[in-house]
């Protein structure tokens, strides 16, 4: 029974297959029919012309398929921007019914990421990743949680509250580098000026590269 059941499925798979493939090669042999008409006709026309729709068709031709791509770009980009905002409210909306602390989290981090790293349509919500996000830094310990600890030190700096300036230099000081790093990146991102002088210090003396270079990034855009 299990090898007829087996044959069956088989059977019904390559029958999908064939159906799916017929219209690929129906639409191969349109284009290649279309290209040896093309020709047939390209070859019978007379050489004058030929000249005048090679000097005023094809530049119009590029013309109007640069508009269409351009269009088409357009379009796309509208059509992705709909679905990244449609997204987000169903983001939001989870975000606010969730009682889990760790999916809360979760959602969180996913919110932050999918608005590209920019606070702006989160404003009805951004108290609460705030507290979200100081909460987790600040309770986030041990090594097994550096990530996570790093990712709200991170976050943090995405919403531009200078309340938090304080919490991110003592995260400047974590036991592991990609705190370190993070931090610099939110300090980086407030602009925050009264952290320019440890970032320097971090820059100059952090024994990671990486922090080090997270440091001078985070220099470059406080100035």
Not at 66 to 81: D, H, I, Q
Not at 82 to 107: M, N
Not at 164 to 193: N, S, T, W
């Amino acid at each position: 029974m299990a090898d007829f059941r087996t044959i069956r499925y088989d059977a019904a798979a390559m029958a999908t297959d064939a159906r799916q493939g017929q219209p690929n090669l129906i639409l191969i042999l349109a284009v290649v029919g279309l290209i040896v008409a093309a020709v047939w006709v390209w070859k019978r026309l007379p050489l004058d012309l030929r000249d005048e729709i090679v000097e005023r068709g094809v530049p119009i031709a590029l013309a109007t398929l640069a508009a269409g791509v351009a269009v088409l770009a357009v379009v796309r980009k509208v059509r992705r921007r709909r679905q990244v905002r449609r997204r987000l409210a169903q983001l939001i909306a989870r975000f606010q019914r969730e009682p889990s602390p760790e999916k809360r989290l979760d959602l969180a981090f996913e919110l932050i990421e999918l608005n590209d790293y920019r606070r702006e349509g989160l404003e009805g919500v951004a108290p609460a990743l705030l507290e979200l996000f100081t909460r987790t830094l600040k309770t986030a310990l041990g090594d097994k949680q550096h990530r996570v600890r790093g990712m709200a030190a991170s976050h943090l700096g995405v919403l531009q509250d200078a309340s938090v300036i304080p919490l991110l230099l003592k995260a400047l000081e974590d036991d592991h580098a990609y705190v370190r790093g993070c931090a610099a990146l939110a300090l980086g991102r407030m602009r925050a000026a009264v952290a320019k002088a440890r970032l320097e210090e971090v820059a100059k003396d952090d024994w990671d590269q990486t922090v080090r270079s997270r440091a001078r990034e985070a220099l470059e855009r406080i100035k």
